[in-house]
């Protein structure tokens, strides 16, 4: 079982990844493609923030990902290759800062009980199997992907 400490640990791990495979890097470079089915860097960024919105409104009650950053960034969404549609690296990096913030507060005066909640009957998930999956896995899932991408902007600089 997981404990709030725990969640807050990954996701600054994440966080210090995510810090060191963007450092020095400009939004171009964080648009870059791989020449396999893939998607950049700016992608991974912003899957990461808009998730961190998604999870953090199951925190409290209230936030969600803005809802067209959401079709650009989301699950299933198309291979970001216009810079134009993309959130500037700079702006994403202060982004997910801000986001990582209010995600650690939350956790921070989350009851203890609150983790047991069911979060979808349906399928039988607490809150705690949800922030496992997004804050664990998923997370880590993408922040892996960004030491491919740091090294694919870096081979063009």
């Not at 909640?117 to 880590?140: C, N, P, Q």
């Amino acid at each position: 079982m997981a404990n709030t400490t725990q969640f807050i640990n990954s996701m600054q791990r994440i966080d210090g990844i995510i810090k060191r495979k963007s450092e020095g890097l400009t939004h171009a470079d964080s648009m870059r493609q791989l020449p396999f089915p893939g998607n950049c860097m700016n992608w991974n960024l912003g899957h990461i923030l808009v998730y961190r919105m998604q999870y953090l409104g199951l925190l409290d009650g209230v936030s969600k990902p803005d809802a067209a950053e959401f079709a650009i960034y989301g699950g299933g969404s198309d291979p970001l290759t216009d810079s134009s549609k993309a959130i500037p690296l700079a702006t994403l990096l202060a982004r997910l800062d801000d986001a990582s913030a209010q995600v650690v507060a939350a956790l921070e005066s989350l009851p203890a009980a609150r983790l047991a909640e069911i979060h979808d009957a349906e399928r039988g998930t607490t809150v705690e199997d949800r922030l496992t999956f997004y804050l664990i896995f998923h997370e880590s899932y993408h922040a892996g992907q960004l030491e491919i991408l740091c090294e694919l902007a870096l081979a063009h600089k």
